[in-house]
């Protein structure tokens, strides 16, 4: 098996045993090419016409480093996986004209519901508790009573203190660059009062955002620091950033608003909503990623859902996660947020592939982790937890 990728520099004999070990455990993996599958289903990839799909199987838990450097996710709202890659979806831009470029993973799980802890589980590793699972009306500071494995704050609330760590604080710590990038925020790092009703709950003509939909506003290590107002900026910036590597963020955490996102439907100032304006708005969007320097020397874009649709009929999970210290049912019905699958462009994959590697958005931080060699934070450190390996970088396969 010939692999194309370039493992980074070894820094300190400790990383150059990790990148023999990570080397050693790619030359072992198995790779099963399967021929194309015409038609969609819940069981099956998609898979366009006019590109054949292959899919590469990477062995369980193996995370692998290509040599990128820029991570790039963006975040859609509430669809299932058969709404968005099944035959008739709403947005096909997504589901046929980007899903033929990059990987799509069909096996990739929301975390909770409803929204706002998906997006926490993201930059963080935390689980849900009550609060969050009813998406932070009030913006109320956590009040914990300790911690419990793996990682976990232990308490009610939603604005965790200042000791509970997130990834942008380990790429800070670690000399890379993060930003997040939300659609419609305006002011930088916005988000209520504390003790406050959260007044973004719902869209407003002219204002969409949602504080529940930017994870960096639930931080007080990050609220309390000048970074937030530095680095959790308002859409708009992105395109400038955009324009060479050095400006451009090794992290880039990009929200649409609500009705981009696809939340809303129909929208408040006329849109239609629905994944119909979210497949606009990316039209708008990824083109600006993918022809970035930074993206074409060495990125990688995630396309993924929070959740699926409905909460009472999908807690649908994968990959071993826990309910969490603070709920005993993190799905409301189950434990996960139900099977929304994700699409993966970056140089170092292969056009109209996929993978049905069981993945969530704790394994996206674990990935992202990786990526910069930081440690695994809250549930992206469960043991056996999938992260991206041959079978999402499999340019070289």
Known sequence: MTTHHEAGKATSPERRRRIRRIRRAAAAVPIILTAAVVGYGASQPPATASVPATTATSTQGSGYLPGAQHFFVINLENKGYDTTWGLGSAAPY?????????????????????????????????????????????????????????????????????DVPT??????????????????????????????????????????????????VYFAGITGSPDCA??????????????????????????????????????????????????????????????????????????????????????AACCGEGPGPNSALPGITGLGGGRVGALVLSPFTKAGTWSTTPYNHYSLLASIEDTFTLPYLGYAGTPGLNRFGLDVYNAGV
Not at 101 to 129: D, K
Request: aromatic share 6%.
């Open 94 to 162: 997504l589901s046929q004209t980007l899903r033929s470029q990059g990987v799509l993973l069909n096996q990739y799980f929301g975390t909770a519901h409803n929204s706002q802890p998906n997006y926490v589980a993201q930059i963080s590793g935390q689980g849900p508790n009550p609060q969050m699972q009813a998406d932070c009306q009030s913006y109320a500071p956590f009040l914990g009573s300790g911690t419990a494995s793996p990682g976990q704050a232990v308490g009610d609330g939603c604005v965790f203190p200042a």
């Open 230 to 315: 530095r680095n959790d900026v308002d859409l708009a910036a992105l395109k400038t950033d955009l324009a060479s590597t050095a400006t451009t963020p090794n992290l880039s955490m990009i929200t649409p608003n609500l009705c981009h996102d696809g939340h809303d439907s129909p929208c408040v100032d006329g849109q239609p909503g629905g994944l119909a304006s979210a497949d606009q708005w990316l039209k708008d969007w990824v083109p600006a990623i993918t022809s970035s320097p930074a993206f074409k020397k060495d990125g990688v874009l995630v396309i993924t859902f929070d959740e699926s649709d409905s909460p009472q009929s999908d807690a």
């Open 167 to 216: 990834v942008a604080g380990q790429l800070t710590s670690a000399g890379k660059t993060w930003k997040g990038y939300m659609e419609d925020m305006g002011t930088a790092c916005r988000h209520p009062a504390p003790g406050a009703v959260d007044d973004t709950q719902k869209a407003k003509v002219g204002d969409q955002y949602a504080a529940r939909h930017n994870p960096f």
